[in-house]
Each structure stands twice: as C-alpha cells, then as structure tokens.
C-alpha cells in the first residue's frame, strides 16, 4: 500500500474507545459484522474504522462508505475531513447508495439503453406517468389507484423483480388488481425508456442490471476500491444488498454495522435477514457487540432491553447504560384521545415553564399521521409552539417542480416530460391540448415534443398564440448560450426574470400576499441552492468541474435524491427551539431528552394491520415500539386511551401488549378489550373529568387554500 497523508502513532484511531469498539476499529480486513446497539456510537466507530484503514496505509480515496440518508453522508464526510485531515481530493468516497448508482450510471448509460443526460423523475411526474398508463389499460382508478401501483412497482424493484416476472411474484391469494399491476408496471417501465428516464428505484435495478449483464463493468467498479463499508445495514433491500455484495465479491473487505432490533422498513423492502445471515453469507466474518448505550438511563435501557428480547429473531445482546439514573419510564391512563391529549400536553407544559426540558429537547411520537389532530389542537390552545414533521415537503410545492423542470428544459429540450409541465407555466399560449397533441404526434414521429414544437411552428400548423408561445420558450432555450460565463445561479435568476415568474405568482395568488411571499421565499431557496452547489463545484479541480450542463445535472441528481430521503428542506431540525411532533418512523436516528409516546393500544401500536399478519409483522411492530423507547435520554412517558373514537362512535380500547412487556409483566397481557395499565403506572399530569377536556381542545382549525400545487 502507499501512504498518503498517514496519521502519526500519536493519532491512533482507537483513542478515546471503549474495548469494543476499539476491537471493532481494529478488526483485521475482511467480512466484519458489526452490531451497533441503540446509542452506542456506531458513526464514531465507522469513522474510526476509516481513520484505521488510511493509519494501515490506505489512501482515502480507495475507501467507498455507504450510508441511506444524504445527511448521515454529509456529516460522516465532515467527521471524516476533521479526522484525517487530508486534501479534497484525498477524501474517502461517502455518499447514499442511491447516489453511487447515479455515478456509476452516469459513466456506463449507454450500456444499458440510457441516454447520458437521462433524467431522474420525482413522485408527482412517476403519479403523471402512473395515470397515463393506467388511462391506456384501461383500468379505472376504483380498481387500482396511480399511487397502488407506484408502490407495488416500488416493491417489484427493491426485490429485485423485472417487469417480466412480475407476474410470477404475484403474492399468494391476492386480487385482481395485482394482476393489472404487473401488465402496468411493463407498461410503466416502456413509458420511462421512451422519455430517456429512470426513477428512483431504477437507480438500482438499472445498476444491478449493469453488472449483471456486464462482468467487466462490475469488475471496474469494485476495483475502485480496496474497502467498502455499509450503514444501517438492517434497513437494506434485497436489490441494495445486491449491489453491495456485487462491490465487494473481489476483495472482501465488507464492513457493515447495524441493529436487527431497529429493522423497521420491510413496508419499504428492508430484509432483516441480510444482517442475521451475514455470518453464513460471509464465512469467516468477524462478529462484534457494540452494547455500553451512552444516551438513555438505566431505567429507560432496562425497559427496552425487556421489550426487545420478546422477539425472538435477533442477535442476542443486552445494551448497558453508561448514563445517570433517571426516573422510571410513566404510563398515563386517559380516558378517550381528547383526555389523552390534554394530560399529555399539560405535563409538557409544566415541564416547559419549570424549564427542566426546553422545546426543541421534547418530541411527541405517534404510530400514525391521524393521531396528531387532537394533540395540536391542545397545543395551539395553551399556546405552545411546535413543528410537525413529516409533514408537506418542501419539493411538493408547485413552484419548486416549476423551477425544476425549467432547469431540466435549458440543457436538454428534449426531457419531454420536463418540457410538459412548463410549456405554458407562466401561459403562453401553448395549451393543455396543444402541448398534448404535439407529444402524440412526436412519440408517432419518434422525436420529442420539443421537436415536434419547432417542426409544427415551422409548417404553420398552429395558432398565432401558440406559435408566439414556441418563440418565447426559443428565448428561454437560449440562455443556455453563455451560461457557462454568467454562472448556473445567475442563469436561473436571469430565467425567472425572463419569464415574470414572480408575477405569475402574484397573479395565482392575488388574494393572499402571505402566500406569494411564501411560495417567492421557495423559488429564491432554490436559487441560493444552485449557487451553493455551483460553489462546490469550483472547489474542485479544474478537470474535474463541470461545465453548466454537468453542473445543473449534479444539482437536479441531488435534489431529486433529496426529494425521496426528505432530507434538505424538510429537515428533523426544528425551524426554532420548538417541541417536535413526528411518528415513530421519522424519529429513528434521532434522541431527545424528554419522550412521549402516544396510542400505546392494541390496534395503534402494534398497528391493526400486523395483528393478522403472523409473528414476523408483530415483531416490527415490536422494533418499532423499541426506536421509539431508545430514542429517549432522562424521560420517557407512554400513554394509551381506554376508549376512542372511530368512524363517530366511541370504542373501547385495549393496552397495548408492548407496556405490559416493558415493565416485565408480558403474562398479564389479555385480550380484554381495556384494562388497567401495569402495575406501578402512574399518571405523568393530573387529570380532569373527558368532558371538560373537550372543551378547552377545540383549537383552531387547520386553514388551506383550494388551489393546485
């Protein structure tokens, strides 16, 4: 090997480790498992295993690390630079498996029947093209819905099954409109390769297809690197693992962390069995426990460790809590979900005014979106800021797709499904049914729409105002020539100008000012976006910067990724030091100091659907129920209801049998439809009879505008 910027003896990586870590930093090359407990440190171990390959004598960049959100990328790169303290181009390779693939498929499109300027489609143009396919088989929305078979597509894909088999992987007894699905997803797929697109999920199936079909691709890039290393390893599919096995057959050096207790995607195609079986699939792997929690109390670990040994497909470990003892975690009992709700909310209250927690430390977990209703009312009563996460992205609104498909128009003309959503945005005189009829005879002619445009406009085939409309979208084209000296930011400035972007907004919105504030604040973020990434750019070195075209793809690349991770705009920082509300799903990663968790009953938590669906389902549900307790530092509150209402009438409500597991008492559990909570429950706020509690939760309502986005 050939050092390169190798740290002294003095900077050994193991400094400041526990024993197991250290042993997991020092493990010798080759397929190593590491099962990193909640709060135990994983990224500080995965870093250090970096640290340790450059001290071995690697150089940083034949080091490929993996992780599944572009924000555990980004700070693993930062923790990263600090550590090695290496030049740019000396950095190891770190980024999501998603933006791997683009690399790769951006160097060996052509392989696989892809234009090099493809484009990677968001949800709203995959729901257009859903619909379209859909309006073709004639199948009507009551039998399957765009957004069905967008999601049985997306399954197909992470199992890594083709549009042609798609109809053998049909799931036993299941209806009709899976049949329909799968004459929909080839239908789906033909209508992506005729526009030169992929989606997200094609970034892999595409990538796994490449190697597949061609060995010495998959040689080349495995040998860009001598060592690969995964994060979050429980959350992978069957298409990622896939990938990851195709990179690292050659030289085995395989490294990957994670927790099997916190496996808690397989709605999203996560196959637990890839870290379970790691030691079968890679003989010799060595195996380390990473179990010293530096985050909760002994009293929240205790519960958690009780809960999740219930299940029984795991890796056995117990995590030990290296923190002060705290109070036990409290059950509070209410009456209905208004009860709830108002007992919840006052204990945060009095907590928040005692200010023994601060706002941004505190976090409200919900099973699901539905619950948060009643809770924000209470809130918005009291006065109590907060943010709901998870809520509306950022890349939903219709003015950040606009800016988007602008971007994708000025260097490629021919993205028609780019070129559609902004032929007449603002209008122009390019019709709905103009722009329509010209993509139908472009697909006949076998050219695209813009094409077909220019063609049709040069026949005298369409109106004055459609032919004024082509000439407009001529001059916005145009720009591209000379962007390179102008600079990508300001070429987009320089569009919107050119357009009268900002007065189309204040025309669609001319009774609300508010909102064309708001929705000018989201086209300006994406202009101070495209800057930030042009900035990037130019620290590179000259040979490797992009021109405008290669810089606007980066950008589009990124964000699009963004868009699926939900990472950029819609950010788990609150806007604020204010209190939190999320669901148990969007908390994973996270940790707060004071937790309350919401709905612990049979039929929330676990969810309804996992009650027939066998011991497997339980068991998520199970791993669900420990992300929510281990995300908790000093406190941690569960609540449940002994009735709710549902569909207008009050139904009673059973404790959930996760809260009679966590206290050690899980043979109490019974099917009786409400009951006592466990013994040693106590109510974490006093409470008042349901009735009264009514009456101070009607909050304002929630107010939205009918308009389009």
Known sequence: MNPVNTPTASQKPSTGLNPAQTEAVWAPVGP????????????????????????????????????????????????????????????????????????????????????????????????SAARKVLKELKVPEATLRPGDLLDRIS?????????????????VDAGDSWELAAAGYRR??????????????????VVDDLFAEHEEVRQAEAARFDHLLVDEYQDTSGIQERIVAALARDHRSLCVVGDDDQSIYAWRGAEISHILEFPRRWPGATVVRLEENYRSTPEIIHAANTLIARNSRRHGKTLISKAPSGPPPAIVQAQDEIDESRRVVSDLESRLKEGSVAPAEAVILFRTGEQTRVFEQELR????????????????????KDVMALLRVLVDPDDDLALSRIANVPPRGLSGTTVQAARNAGTTAGHSLWKELLAARDAHRLST???????????????????????????????????????????????????????????????????????????????????????????????VLDVT????????????????????????????????????????????????????????????????VTRAKKRLALSLCLTRMKWGKSKPCRPSRFLYELTGQAEKFTDEPAGEPPTGARPAASGSAAQEARKGARGPARRGRAKHT
């Not at 399954?155 to 799931?171: C, E, H, L, N, T």
């Open 32 to 127: 190593l498992l590491v099962l990193a407990g909640a709060g135990t440190g994983k990224t500080r171990v995965v870093i250090a295993r970096i640290a340790h390959l450059v001290w071995r004598g690697t150089r940083p960049p034949r080091i490929l690390a993996v992780t599944f959100t572009n924000k555990a990328a980004k700070e693993m790169l930062a923790r990263a630079g600090k550590l090695l303290k290496t030049k740019n181009d000396e950095q190891p390779e770190i980024s999501t498996i998603h933006s791997l693939c683009v690399r790769i498929l951006r160097r060996h499109a052509a392989r696989v029947g892809l234009p090099g300027r493809f484009a990677i489609i968001d949800r709203g143009e995959q729901e």
């Open 155 to 171: 399954r197909w894909k992470s199992a890594a099954v083709r549009p042609d088999a798609a109809f053998d992987a049909i799931p």
């Open 188 to 205: 789906y797929q033909q209508t992506l390769r005729t526009a030169g697109a992929v989606d997200f999920d094609d970034l892999l199936l």
């Open 381 to 400: 009563r009291r006065g109590i800021p907060y943010e709901l996460i998870g809520s509306r992205s950022f890349f939903d609104r219709r003015e950040v």
């Open 465 to 559: 105002a459609a032919t004024a409309g082509v000439m407009a979208l001529e001059r916005v084209i145009a720009l591209r020539d000379g962007a390179d000296a102008r600079g990508a930011g300001e070429t987009l400035r320089t569009l919107l100008e050119l357009i009268g972007y900002r007065g189309f907004l204040q025309k669609e919105y001319e009774d609300d000012p508010a909102e064309q504030e708001a929705r000018w604040d989201c086209v300006e973020q994406m202009v101070n976006a495209l800057a930030d990434h042009e900035k990037t750019g130019k620290n590179l070195p000259a040979a490797k910067r992009p021109d405008f075209a290669g810089m606007v793809r980066g950008f589009l690349d990124d964000l």
């Open 565 to 628: 991770e939900a990472e950029r705009f819609r950010s788990d920082k609150p806007k604020g030091n204010v209190l939190r509300l999320m669901t148990l799903h969007a908390a994973k990663g996270l940790e707060f100091d004071c937790v309350w968790m919401v709905g612990m009953e049979e039929g929330l938590l676990p969810h309804h659907r996992s009650l027939n669906d066998g011991l497997q389902a339980i068991d998520e549900e199970r791993r669900l129920c420990y992300v929510g």
